[in-house]
């Protein structure tokens, strides 16, 4: 099948999938990425070799109609911001990799709320491309129990497998997945994290902190310790009865902090200080 990928690297993997199915790219439509916690370079790197066409800005309804005078016959979008409308006149198909059970967790980025309210299952599922954000007929789904101790990186691991298993699904009959698509019914939207959702809050429970921690993962947390603020990406602790005030540093050996937290402390093995210009942005 002829077709198009719109993303990144974060879910690239649909993309290396139908290339080894034996799917034909047509184009590559993406978007620029900061290189800290986006990236695209792979997933360039691969349309490239493959003299693909790569388009960086937002796909437009010229764009649409090129691929139809091209013979595109899908267009998959897997991590990418833009709503796309309007393609029915242009294409037979086109669907979307989501990193969430829908319809739970329609929005932007759904991973870090899944792990804070401690969900006990998890999975990605495609659905076709819809005039609102999330909320087409599913596809196919793919489901998978979460940990107790999950963290950011293993549910985005889990994520990227799960959708690899998906895309096979696609690229073994996807004309009759999309005539038995299933019409989503009422879900749950999730919005963009604040930053005070990403920033530790020292005058909660230990559990509570570190659940935190691990939602976020290599994205990273906020904190504030004494006056100090940096940011962190690892740590662990125990409940103790104690008369130091919530966010105090009461001991540190080497880099790992110490810090007073509500019902205990909380110690801090991987951290980073915090930059000039402010606390780095969460994922797009």
Known sequence: MRFAFAGIDFLGDVFETLLDRGWEPVKLFSRPCDGIYDFNDATLARARALKVPVQLSRIQPADLASLKSARCEALIVAGYPWLIKGW?????FAVNFHPSPLPLGRGPYPLFQAILDAVPEWGVTVHLLDPTFDTGPIVAQELFPLSPVETHDTLLAKCQMAAKRAANALANDLPSLWTQAMPQG??????????????????????????????FGSIETFAQVNSRYIYVWEASGWQEAHSYR???????????????????????????????????????
Do not use: N
């Not at 029915?88 to 037979?92: I, N, S, V």
């Open 186 to 215: 009422p879900g749950t939207y999730w919005p963009r994290m604040t930053q005070p959702q990403r920033t530790l809050d020292w005058w909660r429970d230990v559990s509570d902190i570190l659940r935190t921690v691990r939602a």
């Open 246 to 284: 919530p966010g105090t540093l009461v001991h540190r050996h080497r880099k790992h902090l110490l810090v007073a937290a509500r019902d205990g402390f909380v110690q801090l093995t991987g951290w980073s200080p915090y930059a000039p210009q402010g606390p780095r942005t969460l994922k797009e």
């Open 88 to 92: 029915e006149r242009y294409l037979p």
